[in-house]
């Protein structure tokens, strides 16, 4: 067995394994807007599959890479280049919870964002953020993006030294507006890091 990942482009097949690793990166979120969405009887994580599956729209598989470990999913990065002009227009009719985070985007125009970055549990603590990160800045030098951005909750403290050890640095913030059953509360914090030739770590 060999602990060292590969990566790969994302296809149709790794869409439920992407629908629980965004799941997790959001902290229990997405499931509740999927509920929501697929209505009493029907699962959430099947709503997010088909979103997984999609051919557009951020979270979608042609955004995604695939970290494996012995062929196994160990852990994914969904990100693109945000718009430069980004427009705002109609954000106040989107729901609460994702207008602070358009708002932040709207911040780092032309940037290569980092929108998801997961690792399933038992994979944490084997470099694995670090490793998706240099893939993040590997994807931003290929679009001639200026830098990398990336959105993180200010109480999910571990992720926030993970991208300050990788070189970003606070640009802006906002208020979360999260679903009331969570536990978590606090702002949405914006970080950037300029894009690099060389790996972050």
Known sequence: MTTTPTFRPATLADAAALAVLVDIAGEGAPNRLWLDIAGPGHSALEVGRERARREEGGFSYRHTTIAEIDDEIVA????????????????????????????????????????VLATFTEHHRQGLGMKLLDVANERARETDAPAASIIVGSWNEGAGRLYRRAGYEQIASERAVLPPDLPQSGDWILMTRPVTTGALS
């Open 76 to 115: 994914c990065l969904i990100g693109y280049r945000l718009d430069d002009p980004y427009d705002l227009s109609g954000v106040d009719e989107l729901p609460a919870m994702f207008q602070p985070l358009l708002r932040l985007e709207a911040q780092a125009p032309g940037t290569w964002y980092v929108h």
